[in-house]
């Protein structure tokens, strides 16, 4: 066999892969998205930002996305200095923290339905306590915040672990060196976390950010667990034109608006992130 042909073979299986499982349903929907009645339009994209529920749909997936994120790189940072510092039960307290990963978006979301609905465990909590006379409709229509507060709390639960997992294994590979010679010129803990710690640790953080924006932008059975159609999020709008309106159409152009806002923070953590050759360990 020739030997120039065997980097080709070996990459065959994963090209063959990305093209049937990616780069034709892409074609697919963008091809939905851009057409009808087999007519090249933009009639598509003009249906999408003209319904009512547009703005706040595009507007309510922004401020989540906004919001949880930053929480949870920071919780995560947090998590991952802890579990990276113990010398006894370590992997005991990652497997804590990532027991959530086991858990799916809909499980998730009916856990902590199960604590904010009426007759929920919050509600008896806070009448046991005698904080309250009646139980509060914390999901109600009429309480967005308390809406948005709930599904919050629900994501950072649910999908900080993912960002805590690559940020642990980032720390693993920062040599120990760098950090005892910090330590030794007098480098406060803090001073070597912000100096050594976080510049060394940009290729994983660039992973984690952008793999966590991506999902939260994607963020649906939550969602719809937690609030129904009380908090329209994209995801939750592409599923509701497919799906309900029987417009695909429509709905494509909503999965290419979530396409092209996941590749924009791509492009922005990679550049904002990016890691020169000379500096990497």
């Known amino acids: 066999m020739n030997r120039r ?22 074609l697919m929907v963008a091809g939905e998205a851009f057409s009808r009645d087999g007519q090249l339009t933009v009639a598509n994209f003009q249906d ?45 307290i990652l497997y804590i923290f990532a027991i959530p990963l086991g858990i799916s978006d809909l499980a998730a979301g009916i ?8 007759s929920g465990f919050l509600n008896s909590l806070l009448t046991m306590m005698g904080i309250i006379d009646k139980p509060i409709q914390f999901l109600g229509y009429q309480n967005k915040m308390t809406i948005f507060i709930a599904v919050l709390i629900a994501e950072l639960w649910r999908a900080t672990a993912i960002v805590m997992v690559i940020l642990v294994a980032g720390m693993g590979l920062i040599p120990k060196e760098y950090n005892e010679a910090a330590e030794v010129f007098g ?18 953080l660039q992973t984690a950010l952008i793999l966590r924006t991506i999902l939260a932008f994607e963020v649906f059975a939550v969602v719809v667990a937690l609030s129904g159609t009380n908090f329209p999020v994209l995801m939750g709008e592409t599923y509701h034109w497919q799906f309900e309106l029987q417009d695909r159409n429509v709905a494509a152009a909503f999965a290419m608006l979530i396409l092209v806002i996941s590749i924009g923070f791509t492009l922005f953590f990679t550049k ?6 000379e500096a990497r360990i």
Request: with cysteine; hydrophobic share 55%; aromatic share 12%.
């Open 187 to 204: 480098a406060s803990r803090w001073q070597r976390f912000i100096k050594v710690t976080l510049p060394l640790l940009r290729p994983s």
């Open 48 to 92: 999408m930002i003209g319904n009512w529920k547009f703005p706040a749909t595009l507007g309510n997936t922004m401020l989540l996305a906004g919001t949880v994120v930053p929480l949870q790189l920071i919780m995560a940072l947090g998590m991952a200095s802890v579990v990276t510092h113990l010398e006894r039960g370590r992997g005991a």
């Open 111 to 118: 856990i902590w339905l199960a604590i904010f609905e009426q």
């Open 5 to 26: 042909l065997l980097p080709y073979l070996l990459l065959a299986p994963a090209t063959l892969f990305l093209c049937v499982f990616f780069a034709y349903p892409f």
């Open 272 to 277: 904002a992130l990016n890691v020169p050759k």
